[in-house]
């Protein structure tokens, strides 16, 4: 169903695409300059859980707990009017009309407009990879799915190589 969010303050619109380190961290540093009181600001995540440490990724193997890896201090978004969209896919960007939409149909205008969307794996064309239990290796999803795929004792084997790769990946401890 499509709608339009309007305008809550009588503020021009910053949006932003992306609630990974980058967009969390451009964030903070609108904070700091005040750039909050200057702009309605909105953040358009395409996960469903706010900005966290993807570097970090693989210690989420040893914990499960999502919260250790949150980079975000939701009552320093909601202090200063930032509002965070989460499971917000953005699908099309209208720069002449200044205007976004997102998966749902949902649309709105800026002002102002910052891309912090990343970048996706990519994943080389080999058989096997449409497999459902290949999996790529970037957001907590992933792990959550491989996972799942790791208590299936059929494909067990085959998910130890995923964790060898990931061991490999791990960052040293700070
Ligand atoms: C396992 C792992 C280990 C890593 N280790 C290191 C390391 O040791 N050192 C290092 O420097 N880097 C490391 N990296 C890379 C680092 O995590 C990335 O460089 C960093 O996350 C990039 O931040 P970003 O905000 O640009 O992108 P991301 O963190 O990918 O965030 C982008 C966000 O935008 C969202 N998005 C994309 N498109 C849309 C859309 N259309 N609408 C709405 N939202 C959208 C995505 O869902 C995502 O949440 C690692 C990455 C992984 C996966």
Known sequence: MSSTIVST???AKLVVIG????????????????????????????????????VYLSSYFEHRDVSKLNLVDL????????????NQRI?????????ISTEDGTQIDYAELVLATGSYPFVP???????????????????????????QPKVKKKVSWSVVVCWVLKPPKP
């Not at 980058?22 to 540093?29: K, M, N, P, Q, Y």
């Open 9 to 11: 303050m009588n503020k």
């Open 19 to 54: 609630n990974g380190m980058v967009g969390h961290h451009f964030i903070e540093r609108a904070i700091e300059k005040g750039l909050h009181d200057q702009f309605e600001i909105h953040v358009f995540a395409e996960e469903d859980r706010p900005a966290y440490d993807r």
């Open 75 to 86: 009552s320093r978004y909601e202090d200063a009017q930032i509002q965070l969209h989460l």
């Open 91 to 99: 699908t099309n960007i209208d720069a002449a009309n200044q205007c």
């Open 125 to 151: 064309p080999i058989p096997g990879r449409e497999h459902p239990h290949c999996h790529v290796y970037r957001t907590i999803k992933d792990l959550d799915d491989i996972l799942s795929t790791a208590e």
